[in-house]
Every structure is written in structure tokens, then in C-alpha cells.
């Protein structure tokens, strides 16, 4: 199963981006759709996570960004508002055990 996220971007403080993946095989069951970012010189961290029964997400993020994953068309989402320079980084896109490449966000004036 391949991952490919798609939406990343530059944007200022304050503006919003929304992030999407898509799973290569819509036949596959995943039990938890998440997001992960890494920022440079730092390691991955959890951003968001969905796994139908509940939704959990990073203390930084909480209140801005809204995951949503879809088990039917086997695609996740995440919508960032209010953005802020330290949400730049590069956002993974993960379900199960499958990453995808990532996608960069830029947030600067």
C-alpha cells in the first residue's frame, strides 16, 4: 500500500491549509489514520489521529487543526487554521503501519 499526501504549501501567520492522503488500495482496512510532522533538526511528532471510534490530537494543534479520515474511500484529511511559524515542517501522512513521503508546510511573513 502506497501513501500520497497532497495540499502542503506556504502560507502566512494566520492563514490555513488543508492536507489530503490517499491510500493506493481502497480495499484495505485501516484501523488509524494519523498525521505526523518533523521540523528541521527536530524528530517526527504526533499531530492527529483518527480511528472512527475517537479523534485525538497534539496539545499544540488542539482547537486549530481537524482531522478527518474516510474508511470508505480510504483517504484522510487535515485542515490547518490560524497557522503559526512553528507549524512548519514536513507533514506525514500515516495509516497502520504505511507512511507516506510527506508534504511541506511553510508558515512565514
Known amino acids: 500500500v502506497e501513501l500520497m499526501e497532497s495540499g502542503g504549501g506556504s502560507v502566512q501567520p494566520g492563514g490555513s491549509l488543508r492536507l489530503s492522503c490517499q491510500a493506493s488500495d481502497s480495499s484495505w482496512a485501516f484501523n488509524k489514520m494519523a498525521w505526523y510532522r518533523q521540523a528541521p533538526g527536530k524528530s517526527r511528532e504526533f499531530v492527529a489521529m483518527d480511528n472512527v471510534l475517537r479523534k485525538k490530537y497534539a496539545d499544540s494543534v488542539k482547537g486549530r487543526f481537524t482531522i478527518d479520515g474516510d474508511n470508505v474511500r480510504n483517504t484522510v484529511s487535515l485542515q490547518m487554521n490560524n497557522l503559526k511559524v512553528e507549524d512548519t515542517a514536513v507533514y506525514f501522512c500515516?495509516?497502520?503501519?504505511?507512511w507516506g513521503p510527506g508534504t511541506q508546510v511553510t508558515v512565514s511573513s
Open positions: 500515516n495509516m497502520d503501519q504505511f
